[in-house]
């Protein structure tokens, strides 16, 4: 991220929480990076949020999860501040979050501190991603789970990339699954986390379920495992993506 955006993600913080977007863009993906943190989490997991911004992540994460430890790293310090304001406001007892401005290039944690890392709708602003998986990777447990979720240019997302100058930090899933592959974890599976279809659905007041209309994917999310897990279970060994599994926006897939 350069100068400029982190300006902009600076003068974003105060409105973050407030921000339209958060119920009908930010929260579907949470959603849907959180069934799989569900699914993965021990007792006690500790879990953390990349580039967490304010924070709502963890915090819903917080409801699903037995007595997790959560931490999030974010590098806008606005964004930091906002999240432990929220955090601070609860009572003493019931601080389960910790907060911290940090890069995913350089995460202020010891090797294999997590059972989950999880990232939403940052990845394309790293300035480094390959370095941020490498780091992922190495604060990651061995039998680990990585959620990451992002715009990816897959799909018609591609070639709209390319068309708007954007291609090079939006990547495909055969290079970000190169890069997992390279920092040592392996891609178990990927699928449409976010659609236009739902994004109209959830975009005024309340949800209205019936909109008609393709799903065009926006947001796709890929799971991948530390070297442990994806030894024990041989479906998780990393294969090609299970693109068509995506339920109905897999049409869209190429
Ligand atoms: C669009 S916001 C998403 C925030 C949050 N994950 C969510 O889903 O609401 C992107 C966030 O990524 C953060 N970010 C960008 N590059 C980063 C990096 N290299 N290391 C840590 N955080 C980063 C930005 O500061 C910003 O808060």
Not at 2 to 29: D, G, I, M
Not at 117 to 144: C, M, N, Y
């Amino acid at each position: 991220m350069n100068r400029q955006q982190l300006a902009y993600f600076e003068r974003w913080a105060v409105r973050y929480e407030t921000s339209p977007l958060q119920r009908c863009y930010f929260r579907p993906v949470h959603e849907a990076a959180l069934r799989h943190v569900r699914r993965h989490a021990p007792l006690g997991a500790r879990v953390l949020d990349v580039g967490c911004g304010t924070g709502s992540f963890l915090r819903q994460a917080r409801q699903l999860l037995d007595r997790p430890r959560l931490y999030g790293v974010d590098v806008t310090s606005g964004m930091v501040k906002v999240a432990e304001g929220i955090e601070a406001a609860r009572p003493q007892g019931d601080r389960a979050i910790r907060f911290m401005t940090a890069t995913v290039e350089q995460l202020p944690f010891a090797a294999e501190s997590f059972d989950v890392v999880a990232s939403t709708l940052s990845f394309h602003h790293w300035s480094d991603q390959r370095r941020g998986v490498e780091e992922i990777s190495r604060v990651l447990k061995p039998a680990g789970l990585v959620v990451l979720a992002d715009h990816f240019a897959c799909g018609w997302l591609r070639p709209f990339f390319a068309t708007v100058g954007k291609r090079p930090m939006m990547r495909t899933d055969q290079e970000v699954e190169a890069m997992l592959w390279g920092a040592g974890l392996r891609t178990s599976s990927w699928e449409v986390a976010h659609c236009l279809r739902r994004l109209v659905r959830q975009g005024r007041g309340r949800p209205r379920p019936h909109v008609a209309g393709p799903s065009v994917p926006l947001v796709f999310l890929t799971t991948a495992y530390g070297p442990a897990a994806a030894a024990r279970c041989p479906d998780q060994a990393g294969t090609r993506p299970s693109w068509l599994t995506s339920g109905d926006c897999g049409q869209w897939l190429p």
